[in-house]
């Protein structure tokens, strides 16, 4: 199974700043450690022009050159640096990568990304570009460039965004709010940032506290109502380590069981209607950022069972 990581395009943060930087070098070491069948590569850097199919002309400049307004940055949570703007364009190319690479496959990934919370024309929450909003689209019309076996024009690639990470997918649900051809899922704290929701095609809001049975009761909840409104050719999925327990920032109580079955729920969902996807890390905040690498390395076994089984299907 293929990966992408760009970790050592390391962003440099004041002393005492509360983003865990270190996770991405820690999730590739134990990957590497527990997990060789994982094939790892260096993301490229998203295009300017790819990064166009999801966000404004004057914002893709101004992170380039260091004009962002202040309260951008504020609103970021990063100072700006030549470095983030690389980081930030490494991140989106992880994700654009490993769909391009599921199309084909099955299932791939990006070590870091999950960057849910940029709109077209800002960033916000530790996000400056919308991987999720990029990759779909910019797979939508590579897709559409390439002629069906028989010579036909190919049918449009529809793309399902499965987001769980615990806060919502704000800046994908404004992005695509008027886009029949994106289905955005989000099931994140009711309470928690954002506090100004928007509207996705399914929001499911959780109550603080909810635990491993609650959250899978309304994950299936959740899949089914996909099935029922949307065909997805391609999926998008952002697998959040901060419903965990241990999260800082999370206020869930899932267990590494727990969300080990909600990804294997959501691998296995796609698998059996044979749907590509790609995943993305997105938030994890522990108080010990080591069980934050855990619950994403466990991520990562089931997706390679999944992987494992597309290339017996395909051969």
């Given at each position: 199974?293929?990966?992408?990581?760009?970790?050592?395009?390391?962003?440099?943060?004041?002393?005492?700043?509360?983003?865990?930087?270190?996770?991405?070098?820690?999730?590739?070491?134990?990957?590497?450690?527990?997990?060789?069948?994982?094939?790892?590569?260096?993301?490229?850097?998203?295009?300017?022009?790819?990064?166009?199919?999801?966000?404004?002309?004057?914002?893709?400049?101004?992170?380039?050159?260091?004009?962002?307004?202040?309260?951008?940055?504020?609103?970021?949570?990063?100072?700006?640096?030549?470095?983030?703007?690389?980081?930030?364009?490494?991140?989106?190319?992880?994700?654009?990568?490993?769909?391009?690479?599921?199309?084909?496959?099955?299932?791939?990934?990006?070590?870091?990304?999950?960057?849910?919370?940029?709109?077209?024309?800002?960033?916000?929450?530790?996000?400056?570009?919308?991987?999720?909003?990029?990759?779909?689209?910019?797979?939508?019309?590579?897709?559409?460039?390439?002629?069906?076996?028989?010579?036909?024009?190919?049918?449009?690639?529809?793309?399902?965004?499965?987001d769980l990470d615990v806060h919502q997918g704000n800046g994908t649900?404004?992005?695509?709010?008027?886009?029949?051809?994106?289905?955005?899922?989000?099931?994140?704290?009711?309470?928690?940032?954002?506090?100004?929701?928007?509207?996705?095609?399914?929001?499911?809001?959780?109550?603080?506290?909810?635990?491993?049975?609650?959250?899978?009761?309304?994950?299936?909840?959740?899949?089914?109502?996909?099935?029922?409104?949307?065909?997805?050719?391609?999926?998008?999925?952002?697998?959040?380590?901060?419903?965990?327990?241990?999260?800082?920032?999370?206020?869930?109580?899932?267990?590494?069981?727990?969300?080990?079955?909600?990804?294997?729920?959501?691998?296995?969902?796609?698998?059996?209607?044979?749907?590509?996807?790609?995943?993305?890390?997105?938030?994890?905040?522990?108080?010990?950022?080591?069980?934050?690498?855990?619950?994403?390395?466990?991520?990562?076994?089931?997706?390679?069972?999944?992987?494992?089984?597309?290339?017996?299907?395909?051969?």
């Open positions: 199974m293929q990966a992408f990581y760009s970790d050592h395009f390391v962003l440099p943060l004041p002393p005492g700043h509360r983003f865990p930087m270190a996770k991405y070098q820690m999730l590739r070491d134990a990957l590497q450690a527990h997990l060789p069948q994982v094939r790892m590569q260096q993301a490229p850097a998203v295009l300017t022009e790819e990064l166009a199919f999801a966000h404004h002309p004057a914002y893709i400049a101004a992170v380039a050159d260091g004009s962002l307004d202040s309260k951008i940055l504020r609103d970021i949570g990063f100072p700006w640096s030549a470095a983030m703007a690389e980081r930030a364009r490494r991140s989106v190319g992880g994700t654009l990568q490993a769909g391009r690479v599921a199309l084909q496959e099955g299932v791939s990934a990006n070590l870091a990304g999950g960057t849910h919370h940029a709109y077209a024309n800002r960033g916000g929450g530790f996000c400056v570009f919308n991987d999720l909003a990029v990759t779909a689209r910019v797979l939508q019309a590579e897709w559409g460039r390439v002629p069906a076996p028989d010579g036909l024009r190919r049918q449009a690639l529809n793309v399902a965004i499965i649900a404004r992005i695509f709010e008027r886009d029949a051809s994106v289905f955005t899922l989000s099931m994140h704290g009711e309470k928690n940032f954002p506090f100004h929701k928007e509207r996705s095609d399914l929001d499911l809001p959780l109550a603080d506290g909810c635990g491993d049975d609650a959250y899978l009761a309304a994950l299936e909840l959740a899949l089914q109502a996909l099935e029922d409104q949307f065909r997805p050719g391609f999926v998008l999925y952002l697998a959040g380590a901060d419903p965990f327990e241990g999260d800082r920032l999370g206020r869930l109580k899932l267990s590494f069981d727990g969300l080990q079955a909600r990804d294997r729920r959501v691998f296995d969902w796609c698998f059996q209607r044979k749907i590509p996807m790609a995943f993305a890390m997105g938030g994890g905040y522990g108080h010990d950022i080591a069980q934050t690498v855990q619950v994403q390395l466990n991520t990562y076994r089931v997706a390679l069972e999944y992987w494992q089984l597309w290339h017996r299907w395909q051969r």
